[in-house]
């Protein structure tokens, strides 16, 4: 919202200051901000009311605060991104903040199922005492505003710093982001139109570290086709740079991280013995399939659909090749990473290696069911618009599909764990999914692959 390429040109031909279009743009990011913290508090105004110590004056107070909270998250908005802009440039900068975005979003899903585990209520009712790092945290400045002027049972005399902070820092930021910067801001407009990034990026080509790493083994020996290899390095480029892709998978996936970590608080803390975190272990892992296969529906479909006319002229013998080497790119920059980390937290928990042994059966139950996806019809990566990811029905099946199969290997898996039976299952199911694998394979290649005429 604060630095688009089109509107450049309508708007800076024209007698419209950068600190007055400054000024709208925040006035309205603020407003809309405002919106939706009014619409989460709706109820925090209500029932508030019964608090200790509460009166009336606290639905003013917490409208008052409200406002305070939202003109310091825009002012803040405003002076990082053009600080970053300056330091970074706008195409590196727009990849950053796609990536924050994207790990915030799983820090948000990671602390919204550890943080209840963590946290006593019984902490949070003596909590009389506001000093330390706890001054640094705006949502201490601003409850503080509340309770001080609404009404509280706590001492008004530790209130009076934390609330003089966030109205001075607010004070302060607005400020800067919108008084001083408003020149700044000008300079950023014209930069983004003049280049997209720094002077050292431009001199500097990008991709180098991912061609060295396609020719280097193991991935040499996996990505023989010269077609899978770049429809790899294609994926992982996505993957790594695409804001849109970023934002739409990574929240995704972030339920993947989730579960080894629930299981670690719910779970027994038995070192080597079979229980009940084990088995579950063994079901998260197995239930990692649901990675590659949400991965491969959102790379199916991209802003840049009309770019994948290139394959369809290009002289390919078929499609597969394409749909293998985007496969291998989320099995081996996204989902093997994953389950890695799984595994480490596991066996670090357990202060045990029996969470790597049951991890095995995922190993070779997730490239199987990486295939699934090609099954459907011809899949080219990014040929398809953004909007087809909505209507996703076969998508939802299949991945209702993938958890039952999860479950059932899983399940198998620490039951003959348990049994003293697991590397005769392992054998049993590393047959299984060659089999399964060589079928799919060939189905895929017995489909039809018909280019289109220009």
Known sequence: MLFIKEEAEILLHRPVTPQQLLRAKCSVLAGFSLLL????????FVTAMWSKGATWRFIPAHLLSTTLLMVFSAASIVLVYNACLKWFGRERLDNMIATLQSFLAIFMIVSGQIMPRLLHPEVLK????????????????????????????????????????GILVTFITSWLAFEKLGNAYGQGLMSLNESSGTVKDSKKPRGRWLAALVKMPPLSWWLRDPVERHSFILTTAYLARDREVKLRLYPGIAPMLVMPLVMM??????????????????FATCFMGIVPLQAMVFLHCSEHWRASAFFHVAPLPHWTPLFHG??????????????????????????????????LPAVLFLPT?????????????????????KNTSTGCMLMAGVMIAAGIVG????????????????????VLMFGASFLMKYLMRDSPWVPEKE
């Open 265 to 282: 608080f719910s779970g027994g803390g038995r070192a080597g013995d079979f229980d009940a975190s084990l088995m579950m272990q063994a």
């Open 37 to 44: 913290a009014l619409a989460l508090n709706l109820a925090g």
């Open 369 to 389: 069911f990486s295939l699934v996806t090609g099954l459907i019809g011809t899949w080219l990566p990014l040929s398809k618009p953004s909007e087809e990811i």
């Open 126 to 165: 003596h909590l009389d005492h506001v000093s330390g790092w706890l001054l640094a945290l705006p949502p201490m400045w601003f409850g503080a505003l509340d309770a001080l002027i609404g009404g509280t049972t706590l001492n008004p005399s530790i209130l009076w710093l934390p609330a003089g902070i």
């Open 411 to 430: 399940g198998l898996a620490s039951w003959m764990w348990h049994l003293g039976w697991f590397w005769v299952f392992l054998a049993g199911e590393a």
């Open 326 to 359: 985007s496969r291998k790119a989320v099995l081996a920059m996204l989902t093997f990473p994953i389950l890695a980390v799984q595994v480490v937290i596991m066996c670090a928990w357990k202060q045990s290696l029996v969470p790597l042994a049951l991890t």
